[in-house]
């Protein structure tokens, strides 16, 4: 096999951090055209959300690189 089993929890592990980031950095949305929502340029969407992402990738990256036992 390409990956052993370590391989696959991390690869596991690191969809999962990614889509905790995409979660965060989804809604805050409205509707209606003329109201607008403050919340979209919060912390959390900024700048949580893309380093979480980021993070995921990282994982993901160690995951494919990691040799297996």
Known sequence: ???????YIFMIAGALIMF?????M??????????FN???FGFQRITLAPLIILFGIAVEMYAIL????
Do not use: H, Q, R, W
Request: glycine share 18%; net charge negative; proline share 7%.
């Open 1 to 7: 096999m390409a990956f052993g089993k370590t391989n």
């Open 26 to 35: 989804s809604g805050g949305g409205t509707d209606d055209v003329n109201d």
């Open 66 to 69: 990691k040799k297996p036992e």
């Open 20 to 24: 905790l980031g995409y979660i965060l």
């Open 38 to 40: 403050p919340a979209i």
